[in-house]
């Protein structure tokens, strides 16, 4: 292995993380941009300057050196971040938080109307991530050509939403809403297979190739194509991430009572419980159980809750 004395360092870029493998990253150079290309790989370099940090990430501004023998690139340093996007670890990890993108302004949720039907759940599992890392969450709730009618469920997660954008990547509506929010933001693009997430990035970046990952795939290089995000620049400033990793993220492993803790819609309450570990099933004095009968949170919320709770493990 080349020792880092004998790395003769020559041209020096900045670049965007868009991949992570065990030794190497993929980049993108932030001056040559071009979506369809390929992404550069780079080494970490044996000096690398993580600034605290423990290891690199989807969405890192590095600097990039290359190596003026090989002709590798090396990162060289980290700059620092401006967000994180983490969710706790699984309880049997010690809680160990999973760094998943950095420098994310937006996590953009994309939903559809219909087929497939609005899902609510896939949104509460999302604002919990938003929730905890203090990123704000937009929905967009694509294929309104198909209905009329707006999910009954939307009203009251539409409170915890950054911004709700109605749109359809078929006729067109709602479109500029979206290229407008997404101005200037780093914004990570997540929902359900079928909502219409490739069209509609399709829509608002014209000559775009989506199918890159696919053709990645095929060409034999043996790359590790489900870890490597495909960033797009928008026309009019921004990037959008389309992130593997962040797909999984309705399926996270929480305990019961992070769960208890962390229900995006018992915000308002989940303080006021007289129990510091109430699972708000039916334990005295429990706030939510109040705001449930109350009215002021619906029997479906609460039944998602339910469900969320009863697929978790028991707590050890
Ligand atoms: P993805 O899996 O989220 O990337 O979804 P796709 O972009 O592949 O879209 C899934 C299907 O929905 C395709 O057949 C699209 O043509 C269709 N579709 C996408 N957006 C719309 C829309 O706004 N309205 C309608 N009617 N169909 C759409
Ligand atoms: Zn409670």
């Keep these: 292995m080349t020792k880092t004395s004998e790395l003769i360092l020559g041209e020096i870029r900045q670049g965007l993380v868009v991949g992570m493998h065990r030794r190497t990253c993929e980049l993108r150079f932030v001056e040559t941009w071009d979506c369809n290309s390929d992404p550069e790989v780079a080494r970490y370099s044996p000096t690398i300057d993580l600034g605290g940090e423990s290891h690199l990430t989807v969405g890192d501004q590095v600097q990039v050196a290359q190596e003026s023998g090989s002709g590798e690139w090396y990162v060289t340093q980290l700059f620092p971040r401006r967000s994180k996007l983490s969710r706790p670890g699984p309880p049997d990890r010690e809680h160990r938080e999973q760094l998943l993108a950095s420098n994310v302004d937006c996590i953009v949720l994309v939903g559809s109307a219909a087929d497939p039907a609005f899902n609510p759940g896939f949104v ?24 009329q009618e707006l999910p009954e469920s939307l ?35 997540t929902g359900q297979s079928g909502v219409g997430k490739s069209t509609l990035i399709q ?90 009968d109350e009215g002021d949170l619906s029997q479906r919320a609460y039944d998602s809750y339910q469900r969320m709770l009863e697929s978790l493990l028991e707590e050890r």
């Design 124 to 147: 509460e599992r999302y604002l919990m991530v938003a929730q905890h890392s203090e990123i704000p969450l937009a929905l967009v709730l694509n294929k309104m050509d198909l209905t």
């Design 203 to 292: 829509a608002i970046i014209p000559g775009i190739e989506l199918d890159t990952t696919q053709v990645r795939e095929k060409d034999g290089k043996g790359r590790h194509t489900t870890t490597t995000s495909t960033v797009f620049s928008l026309p009019e400033g921004g990037q959008v991430i389309d992130s593997p990793g962040i797909r999984g993220l309705g399926f996270w492993n929480l305990s019961k009572v992070e769960l208890a803790w962390m229900y995006p819609l018992f915000i308002d309450w989940v303080g006021e419980c007289k129990f510091q570990d109430c699972k708000h099933s039916q334990e005295p004095g429990c706030r939510v159980l109040k705001a449930l």
């Design 155 to 189: 009203a009251e997660l539409t409170k915890y939403i950054d911004q709700v954008i109605f749109t359809s990547a078929k006729d067109g509506r709602g479109l500029d809403d979206l290229t407008e929010y997404l101005k200037d933001k780093s914004s990570i693009f």
